[in-house]
């Protein structure tokens, strides 16, 4: 029998140990890796293959004025989802939830018994009523779930429609600033997870884990819904008037460039708009239209004149023949015969177009264009809004004698009214271009502290103070004696001009009595705080121009406007300039003490109505001062005593 030695024994002992220490430390270095490396993800792993979620939507951010009223909301609107295999009578539980859902049995049947952890029943169980929120509640189905959702609403109907936007089921921006901003307006997801077993079932000695949404953040806009509604309002009564293709008006404040007020015609309610031809929610007119600006642009002229020192408006003279020849064409002016003798302040209020021809021929092509495109002409604003055009302007190389004069009196270009209101602003501001924008601040909603600002942004500076106040002089004077007139709003500074946009037909040539209206108005003239645009596309029934369609529209939205913008009313203007068949206003004296028989020397132009008996007036209505239209009606109050100093203080 072979003897092992002894030496032989301990090494093969040392070698088993050795190797078994080296299979242990391998067993250990695997478990540690799986401990401490990989056990986050595998613990995420096994919790995933037990626990079941139900997604929640965050609730949407709300858009609002830059007063803080709510323009876009939720309205709680919980949608159904059903977990199949906890449902025990799928006969019974559909037939049920098809009674409250308004659907057929056997289509909520194929909902509780398909083949997945859980369900969504879409559409009928989307964003359902309060009603069928409290019967599903109250009928406590099993396997049935109210995952929280909502439904956006817009508190003012159609107004601001094309600028808010909608949201769709998911509650995703599909247009407006909802979808601009939808990311932010959005949110974050939340969710509560049950544990089940392999079959589905709920394991009720497992507690369940919720993850709550993260909510979306409060837009704060620069929208005045003050001034909106006078918009909107102003803009139906044109609608209801005219009968026009379309209509748009923007207002903006010229020191910052934020929109306080945006609408167009045809508009939609935002709640409503699967209901509408998308060819009305997809065009944003004021930013998406474009066309020839018409007289507006002539305000691009005189600034680029004044600028450059080509005229004076006092000193130089114009006569106008009613037409002139450029390049073997005859321009012709909108006056038969022409105005004849003129300075140059009045070539601008009477808005003559071989005057701004001849502007524009003292300025010469490179000059006008260059200021053209300082302006911001022939390219994007960059506002906050999909959509935006960006307007069409002559190539260099085709501009010509006729293309320039054309040009200099805003025929043969083709801009968008947001270029015009931008441009306009920066005319009359001291020089300085900004970039419009709707979004003035994001608000965290919970702690309502600010999130982030914007900053106004000048893009460029274009004429100097000196001549921006030459321009803001010349307009004052067109709205108190030239073609704005009808713009004219007592007791306020207003500065404005007409525009007659001719529009091209699908031949290419211009149609024949269907024109775009348009007027471009501001105040107070001598430290501008509110610029309104208004066009109205083929006014029905009435002479196509700026001045008798859009500047009375243009003049009631600033009379309203700037009482609620804190601005007060003054004496120090131009005096409105009459034509017949036009009177002046008259002053309401104060009626206030006098007795009712002296009525008759006062009240010539007036007409008279009382209330109560005695023969002493005691209050009147409007009071003493107003100017009003002759004829107009002032109510009087009587009474046999007058009354008491201390009522008269208060």
Not at 567 to 572: G, I, L, N, S, Y
Request: hydrophobic residues 35%; aromatic residues 8%.
């Amino acid at each position: 029998m072979k003897r092992v030695s002894t030496v032989t024994v301990r090494k093969r002992l040392v070698a088993v140990f050795l190797i078994g220490l080296i299979i242990f430390g391998i067993i250990d270095l695997r478990l540690g890796y799986v401990q401490f490396v990989l056990g986050d993800q595998l613990m995420e792993k096994a919790d995933e293959s037990w626990s079941r979620n139900i997604s929640f939507q965050p609730e949407r951010g709300h858009i609002l004025d830059v007063n803080g009223e709510i323009l876009a909301e939720n309205v709680t609107a919980p949608s159904v989802v059903v977990v199949p295999r906890q449902i025990d009578n799928p006969e019974e539980t559909a037939k049920k939830l098809a009674e409250i859902l308004d659907m057929s049995t056997e289509k909520a049947y194929e909902y509780v018994t398909k083949s997945a952890m859980s369900v969504n029943l879409h559409p009928e169980g989307r964003k359902i009523s309060a009603d069928q929120e409290k019967a599903i509640r109250t009928l406590n189905l099993e396997g049935v779930y109210l995952a929280k959702d909502s439904i956006r609403h817009y508190p003012f109907g159609d107004d601001l429609s094309h600028v808010l936007g909608f949201a769709g089921i998911d509650n995703q921006g599909l247009m407006g600033l909802e979808l601009y901003y939808d990311d932010l307006l959005n949110g974050e997801k939340g969710s509560l997870s049950f544990y089940s077993d392999a079959k589905g079932k709920r394991l009720n000695q497992l507690a369940d884990v919720y993850t709550a949404p993260k909510d979306g953040y409060d837009l704060v806009t620069t929208i005045d819904s003050r001034i909106q509604t006078i918009m909107e309002r102003e803009l139906d009564l044109a609608q209801a008037k005219y009968n026009p293709d379309g209509a748009m008006a923007i207002a903006v404040d010229p020191d910052t460039g934020g929109i306080l007020a945006m609408t167009s015609r045809p508009n939609f309610n935002p709640e409503n708009y699967q209901e509408v031809d998308p060819a009305i929610y997809n065009r944003n007119l004021p930013i998406w239209s474009t066309y020839e600006p018409g007289s507006t642009f002539k305000i691009i002229t005189l600034a680029a004149a004044l600028e450059e020192d080509v005229v004076d408006l006092h000193e130089d003279e114009f006569h106008d023949h009613g037409h002139v020849e450029v390049g073997g064409a005859r321009l012709r002016c909108w006056k038969p015969g022409g105005h004849g003798s003129q300075t140059f302040l009045e070539v601008v209020q009477n808005s003559c177009n071989p005057g701004f021809v001849h502007l524009g021929e003292e300025l010469g092509k490179e000059k006008l264009f260059s200021y053209i495109k300082e302006f911001g002409f022939g390219k994007e604003t960059g506002i906050d809004l999909q959509g935006e055009g960006s307007g069409i302007l002559f190539k260099p190389e085709n501009v010509g004698p006729v293309e320039l004069a054309t040009t200099a009196f805003g025929q043969g270009v083709s801009v968008t009214p947001i270029q015009q209101v931008m441009a306009v602003s920066a005319a009359i501001n001291g020089g300085y271009l900004y970039e419009p924008y709707i979004a003035k601040e994001w608000v965290d909603p919970q702690t309502q502290k600010m999130v982030s600002k914007t900053e106004p942004k000048v893009k460029n500076r274009v004429i100097s103070e000196k001549t921006s106040k030459e321009i803001r002089n010349a307009l004052e004077s067109v709205v108190a004696k030239g073609t704005g007139r009808p713009a004219y709003v007592e007791g306020y500074r207003v500065g404005g001009k007409t525009g007659t946009a001719q529009k091209v037909g699908p031949n290419g040539g211009y149609l024949e009595n269907n024109h775009i209206v348009s007027f471009i108005g501001f105040a107070p003239a001598d430290d501008p705080e509110i610029v309104v645009y208004v066009a109205v596309d083929n006014p029905k029934g009435v002479r196509q121009f700026g001045g008798t369609v859009a500047a009375p529209i243009v003049g009631s939205i600033i009379r309203d406007s700037l009482p609620v913008m804190g601005v007060k009313t003054r004496e120090d203007g131009l005096e409105k300039e009459y034509l017949w068949p036009e009177q002046p206003l008259i002053e309401v004296p104060d009626l206030v003490g006098v007795e009712k028989n002296e009525l008759m020397q006062m009240m010539t132009d007036l007409t008279v109505e009382s209330s109560g008996d005695g023969e002493i007036i005691i209050d009147q209505d409007p009071v003493a001062g107003t100017k009003v239209e002759p004829g107009s009606t002032i109510r009087i109050f009587l009474s046999k005593e007058k009354k008491s100093s201390k009522n008269n203080e208060e």
